[in-house]
């Protein structure tokens, strides 16, 4: 069974940094493709950042580049999310999420979830 579970999230204030972590277990990492997402109150599910497991490139939303930065470690089977330089607007439940297919998160929706982390910037 594919699970996950998210951490590291918590209050911030803003400019500050947190690192995400996502320990995986039931599958093989390296052969999924990886992602962040977040819900805001208020706001539809987006995608932050991904991994595609074919030649582990990443992307980012507009709004994270330069500030998050995404990393997977297929021998702990772990999937990180530095983010720095955290503003108001990022606050959000944050979800790891992974699917076989190198799919485009951004208009398919991954299979398997984590149960999120919330993260809270104050201004």
């Known amino acids: 069974e594919v699970q996950f579970v998210e951490s590291g999230g918590g209050l911030v204030q803003a400019g500050g940094s947190l690192r995400l972590s996502c320990a995986a277990s039931?599958?093989?990492?390296?052969?999924?493709?990886i992602g962040w997402f977040r819900h805001a109150r208020g706001k539809a599910r987006e995608a932050v950042s991904w991994?595609?497991?074919?030649?582990?490139?990443?992307y980012y939303a507009d709004y994270v580049k330069g500030r998050f930065t995404i990393s997977r470690d297929n021998a702990k089977i772990m999937v990180y999310l530095q983010m720095n330089h955290l503003k108001p607007e990022d606050t959000a439940v944050y979800y790891c999420a992974a699917d076989l297919r190198d799919i485009d998160p951004t208009k398919h929706g991954y299979a398997y979830w984590g149960q999120g982390t919330q993260v809270t910037v104050s201004s």
């Open positions: 039931g599958f093989t990492l390296d052969a999924y493709a």
């Open positions: 991994v595609l497991s074919r030649d582990n490139s990443t």
